[in-house]
């Protein structure tokens, strides 16, 4: 697909979810290398980057993006001509979209042992590393039943029960609020996540702050579900999560809106949950206490104190 045309579906959410937004990404870039009409490598170069800064700058929040987007424009590092530079991003590419589609298979496996027969779950928005986990306990023959919020303003709680019904799960819909009235039915939360802190802070939907409160106070277990490549390397050194704030029209129709002179319409696409209310963030190589999330960016992203400084050297 073209570059700005993936480029926009991402900005507009018709390309939606952190994995797949970074899956997309990394297409577009492959695609982009392969259709550069240059036998130039420093105008190839200075494209692919372009096309990096405009992918990334499509939505700030999902870390998965710069991630992905990351390690594919790391395959260029000492290439010495366009043939070679297409070649090794087409092999970074299609090796990240592979990894990245085991890795929520590999989630699934892992976070359905989590799962016990009979289990109620309660999930929030639509990410398909939490849907991994309940369809893996589901294929594995344990009769759970599932609570998915609406999800407001963009409802992806309805391509969640589309998903849900299609594999036979009996689940009920319910509105943003009305989790605390349930939450003593539910056993078990699962959510997905855009980004995850050095100090275990899980950023998603907004909306999963409260829900993660709801189900601390009710002493209900709360998981989240995430690849690797949404651990935020650069918050080792404090560097914040950018929440996105959307466009207004989202949550109320500008014509009302009009009316409202004194009414500021606010619309935080995602929310931080402190790493306190999560038991569990649970990756393609294993389930960690948030406590961990160090470790794995430090150990298996390879991204210490040290390779930083190397940076600023
Ligand atoms: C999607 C969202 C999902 C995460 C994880 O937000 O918050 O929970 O992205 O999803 P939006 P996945 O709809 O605004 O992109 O597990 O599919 O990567």
């Given at each position: 697909m073209l570059l700005n045309e993936t480029a926009e579906q991402i900005r507009s959410m018709e390309i939606r979810g952190a994995g797949r937004i970074a899956r997309s990404a990394v297409a577009a870039l492959r695609d982009h290398a392969a259709g550069l009409d240059t036998s130039d490598t420093a105008s190839f170069l200075r494209s692919m980057k372009e096309a990096a800064d405009l992918l990334v700058a499509t939505r700030p929040t999902a870390v998965s993006l710069p991630n992905a987007v990351q390690a594919v424009m790391r395959s260029l590092e000492g290439v010495k001509g366009v043939e070679e530079g297409r070649a090794a991003i087409k092999a970074a590419s299609d090796s990240f979209i592979l990894s990245s589609r085991h890795a929520v298979e590999w989630i699934g496996e892992i976070g359905a042992r989590h799962i016990s027969d009979g289990d109620v779950i309660l999930t929030h928005c639509n990410s398909e590393a939490a849907l991994s986990c309940i369809l893996t306990a589901h294929r594995e023959g344990k009769a759970i039943e599932v609570f998915a919020t609406e999800v407001r303003?963009?409802?992806q709680g309805l391509l969640t029960i589309q998903a849900l019904n299609d594999a036979g799960i009996p689940t009920n819909f319910i509105v943003d609020s009305a989790v605390r009235s349930y939450i003593n039915d539910v056993d078990l939360v699962i959510t997905g996540a855009d980004a995850i802190t050095v100090n275990g802070a899980v950023v998603n939907k907004i909306g999963t702050a409260q829900i993660a409160l709801t189900a601390h106070e009710a002493r209900t277990p709360m998981l989240v579900a995430a690849e690797?490549?949404?651990?935020?390397?650069?918050?080792?050194?404090g560097e914040r999560i950018a929440i996105e704030e959307r466009e207004t029209a989202e949550v109320l129709d500008p014509a009302i809106a009009a009316g409202l002179p004194h009414v500021r319409v606010r619309n935080p696409a995602f929310d931080v949950t402190p790493g306190?209310?999560?038991d569990l963030i649970v990756t393609e190589i294993g389930a960690i206490p948030p406590a961990m999330a160090y470790m794995i960016i430090r150990?298996?992203?390879?991204?210490?104190i040290g390779e930083f400084h190397k940076a600023f050297e």
């Open positions: 303003p963009r409802n690797t490549y949404k651990f935020a390397p650069r918050t080792i050194l306190r209310y999560v150990d298996h992203l390879g991204w210490g």
